[in-house]
């Protein structure tokens, strides 16, 4: 007896062994599987973090593209900041304005659904040597507002100087005609 005694208890002890030894396997299973779904969420939480950067800087290059494009197309035919920055070209350039005149045109330079380009003329009259004309023209096409050099004449002034008469078209975005 004592034989099926020791087997008995062998085999009790054996299946506690087993009991506790799968329970705890569990037990370690499930934690092992808690914190792989808690860094599950932490790596879409990263994601998600990820994608939000992307669509912050999509949206800052866009407000980039969209300041570049007011300055070089105004929603208005404002002449005010164009004429600081033609002054200060000039003044660069050891150029003298002598007189600006400005006009809208009635007609749209190009329509598209909901706004047109417009256009006004800008007519300058100068006067300076022929290097700071130039230089004055180079520093024109420089100013980040969108305008053509229509005409340009150019007549004997007094001494070396040489008189310039300019006419540019500037060129806005506006939403009614």
Known sequence: MPKSILSILLFVVGLVIIYFGLYQGTILMLNSAGELSEKKIALGDWEAKQDLVRQLEEKIKTLTLREELNLAF???????????????????????????????????????????????????????????LEKFIK????????????????AKGEGEAINASLNLAVYFLSSSL
Not at 140 to 150: P, S, Y
């Open 74 to 132: 105004p929603e208005r035919p404002s002449t005010a900041e164009l004429l600081k920055s033609i002054q200060a070209a000039a003044q660069e350039s050891n150029i003298s304005l002598t007189s600006f005149v400005s006009g809208v045109s009635e007609q749209p330079a190009a329509q598209e659904e909901g706004f047109y380009i417009g256009t006004f003329d800008l007519d300058l009259q100068a006067s300076g040597d022929y290097e700071g």
């Open 139 to 154: 520093k024109l096409e420089k100013i980040k507002r969108v305008l053509r050099l229509e005409k340009i004449a150019l």
